[in-house]
T-cell receptor, first 115, second 117 residues
Framework: AQSVTQPDIHITVSEGASLELRCNYS??????LFWYVQSPGQGLQLLLK??????LVQGIKGFEAEFKRSQSSFNLRKPSVHWSDAAEYFC?????????????FGQGTTLQVKP | GAVVSQHPSRVICKSGTSVKIECRSL??????MFWYRQFPKQSLMLMAT?????????EQGVEKDKFLINHASLTLSTLTVTSAHPEDSSFYIC?????????????FGPGTRLTVL
């Protein structure tokens, strides 16, 4: 079945430490890939996206993500986490061939940042 | 650019009443809008997809008579929760896909917190 998996439900890192949030997808073809961040009680903010080309994409707030076709992964990284990065992070995909443009979301990863 | 607004941001209503939530694309035309529901500590669940001028397509398990969706213009979609009950309390988020969008990118509204007493 088509799915998006974020294996880590909850991650805690110290401020200043590096971060990697995992995302794997299960589709027959490469979809379009997105990472969103959600602060409590807020909507979703797009961090970055991958459509094609360079597999390492840069986003806002110092985030980057690398698409690895062989692993069906699109992991999100940040070299040095700030306390304000504490939030919920969602990986999402949409099929390139989709007429509806439906986004399929992962379960989300809650990031907690220790001082 | 690509801003989506929702109104109201919070609403509290009594059980049995109906509540309307508006989703607007402020600076672009949206041929398709999506409505999601999110429970605490959970991911977004797609409720329905609405295309301007046509009936919404509901996901399996979503009651179309309970959650009425109207997409009357290229910048406005509304979700009406009819005869609301406490179990309808949730965070509702809309998104919009820009007309002519190449990559199916969606832009999200800030969400509406519905509490049914």
């Amino acid at each position: 079945a088509q799915s998006v998996t974020q294996p880590d439900i909850h991650i805690t890192v110290s401020e200043g430490a590096s971060l990697e949030l995992r995302c794997n997808y299960s589709y027959g073809a490469t979809p379009y890939l997105f990472w969103y961040v959600q602060s409590p009680g807020q909507g979703l903010q797009l961090l970055l996206k991958y459509f094609s080309g360079d597999t390492l994409v840069q986003g806002i707030k110092g985030f980057e993500a690398e698409f690895k076709r062989s692993q069906s992964s699109f992991n999100l990284r940040k070299p040095s986490v700030h306390w304000s990065d504490a939030a919920e992070y969602f990986c999402a995909v949409v099929l390139i061939t989709s007429n509806t443009g439906k986004l399929i979301f992962g379960q989300g990863t809650t990031l907690q940042v220790k001082p | 650019g690509a801003v989506v607004s929702q109104h109201p941001s919070r609403v509290i209503c009594k059980s049995g009443t109906s509540v309307k939530i508006e989703c607007r694309s402020l600076d672009f035309q949206a041929t398709t809008m999506f409505w999601y529901r999110q429970f605490p500590k959970q991911s977004l669940m797609l409720m329905a997809t609405s295309n301007e001028g046509s009936k919404a397509t509901y996901e399996q398990g979503v009651e179309k008579d309970k959650f009425l969706i109207n997409h009357a213009s290229l910048t406005l979609s509304t979700l009406t929760v009819t005869s609301a009950h406490p179990e309808d309390s949730s965070f509702y988020i809309c998104s919009a896909r820009m007309a002519g969008a190449l990559y199916n990118e969606q832009f999200f509204g800030p969400g509406t917190r519905l509490t049914v007493l």
